[in-house]
């Protein structure tokens, strides 16, 4: 945040700046690869200290043995964890999985809940997962507050904390609600393809003008559009 900035100016320089980012990503979205929300559910748990690619990789084979929460509930841990074992931390992720199937046959009848309030008390799952399935599989608008969020929300002047809570509450409280879910979506883009964590292309940004960090990456325009992702 910067100190002479009032909270309305905050306001609008936060919507103004979705809107130029819708503008640059006018493909944001989910990519993660799921057709219904236990697959969702179950591939953004995957997602935890790893990338999209790698889970949508493992995700195919996963779910064609374990297509619903009772399957995957009966699944035999050490074939789980033999499927798991590119993600990483696949003993854990395994225990996560079997742990939030069983949860969900014996407390939703196999399906995954639409309400936050029963989704954190799922076995591995937090705000920033329920929110992603909220937003993604029901509609229903939310904060994610993942790596990207966090970090492009500190470098835009959102806020100061790295408090996941907190972001959540000031994000939401910039953005309108219907919103939420889609800026989340344009902030990851953003923080993948433009605003990269060790050096920003800032020369080559639609919002530098708007970002109270810009100046701390790349500024020649040429070399920071030589950085940029597709």
């Known amino acids: ?21 819708a503008v ?6 989910c990519e993660l690869d799921f057709r219904d929300p236990f697959e969702l ?11 999209d690619v790698r ?10 043995r374990y297509p619903d929460a009772a399957a995957m509930a009966a699944a035999d841990p050490e074939l789980l964890e033999q499927i798991l074992q590119p993600l990483g931390f696949f003993r854990a992720k395994a225990r996560s ?20 309030v029963d989704l954190v008390k799922l076995p591995g799952v937090g705000r920033k997962t329920a929110n992603v399935v909220l937003g993604n599989a029901f509609g229903v608008p939310g904060i994610t507050t993942d790596t990207h969020v966090l970090r492009l929300s500190k470098r835009l002047g959102y806020t100061t904390s790295d408090d996941p809570l907190v972001v959540e509450r000031e994000l939401g409280d910039l953005l ?45 325009p040429v070399r920071a559009a030589a950085m940029l992702k597709g």
């Open 41 to 51: 559910l179950v591939a953004t748990v995957l997602s935890a200290q790893t990338t």
């Open 1 to 21: 945040m910067t100190p002479d900035e009032t909270p309305l100016a905050r306001t609008r320089r936060a919507r103004r700046v979705d809107r130029m980012l």
């Open 176 to 220: 309108p609600r219907r919103d939420w879910t889609m800026a989340c979506h344009r902030l990851i883009f953003h923080g993948r393809r433009t605003c990269f964590a060790r050096r920003p292309a800032c020369g080559a940004c639609p919002v530098a003008a708007l970002c109270p960090s810009s100046g701390t990456g790349e500024q020649d």
């Open 24 to 29: 640059r990503y006018p493909d944001a979205r």
């Open 55 to 64: 889970v949508n990789a493992t995700t195919p084979e996963l779910f064609e």
């Open 97 to 116: 999985l079997l742990g939030l199937s069983r949860a969900l046959v014996d407390e939703h009848r196999g399906q995954v809940p639409g309400r936050l």
